[in-house]
Structure formats: structure tokens, C-alpha cells
Nanobody, 115 residues
Framework: QVRLVESGGGLVQAGGSLRLSCAAS????????MNWYRQAPGKQRELIAG???????NVQDSVKGRFTISRDNAKNTVYLQMNSLKPEDTSRYYC?????????WGQGTQVTVSS
């Protein structure tokens, strides 16, 4: 069973930073892609950033310049570095991985940004 476990969320003031982690139970090279999504109450889940097996990264325009995705191959972990946080970044953040033709999700980690 593939597992993804997020950590690193919390409460932070506007302008602050957080680093989210997603620890995978499989080698991250086994995943076609690994992504970060977020979902606020009453809103659709949106893609924030992703990294392919080959290491190509993509960050959505809405957070470009503030958020960075990276990975530590030895730790089978993908990170989301979030800087200059805004109240509108308040959301539950989810790790997603596509492997063996199946989508897997973590349980999410809450990020709350106070103004």
C-alpha cells in the first residue's frame, strides 16, 4: 500500500514562511509525478506545484515566486517551501502521487495565515 504523509503545516502570520513535507512509502523515482494541491472550504482542490520523475518542476502562476517545490531522493520526500505567505494561502494542503496507474493522496496538512 502506497502511503503519502504530509507534515509541516501550522499557523503563521502574513509574510511568514512554512515548509511542507510529503514522505512517501515508495521511492519517489517510482512516481510518474508528485504534486502539491490545496483546498480551501467551499472551493475546488487546486494544483499548486509538481515535480516529474525526471525532476522537472512546475509551479502555478498564482504562487510563482513565493512557493518552491523540491525533493530529497534519499529521504523519499517532496517539499513545498512557502514564503511571503498571504491570508488567501490559508487552506488544507495535500500531497498527491501518481504511481502504477493509480492516484494516491495524503491526509493533508492545514496551513492558516493570519493577517
Amino acid at each position: 500500500q502506497v502511503r503519502l504523509v504530509e507534515s509541516g503545516g501550522g499557523l503563521v502570520q502574513a509574510g511568514g514562511s512554512l515548509r511542507l513535507s510529503c514522505a512517501a512509502s515508495e521511492s519517489i523515482f517510482s512516481f510518474n509525478t508528485m504534486n502539491w494541491y490545496r483546498q480551501a472550504p467551499g472551493k475546488q482542490r487546486e494544483l499548486i506545484a509538481g515535480v516529474t520523475r525526471g525532476g522537472t518542476t512546475n509551479v502555478q502562476d498564482s504562487v510563482k515566486g513565493r512557493f518552491t517545490i523540491s525533493r530529497d531522493n534519499a529521504k523519499n520526500t517532496v517539499y513545498l517551501q512557502m514564503n511571503s505567505l498571504k491570508p488567501e494561502d490559508t487552506s488544507r494542503y495535500y500531497c498527491h502521487g501518481f504511481i502504477y496507474g493509480v492516484n494516491y493522496w495524503g491526509q493533508g496538512t492545514q496551513v492558516t495565515v493570519s493577517s
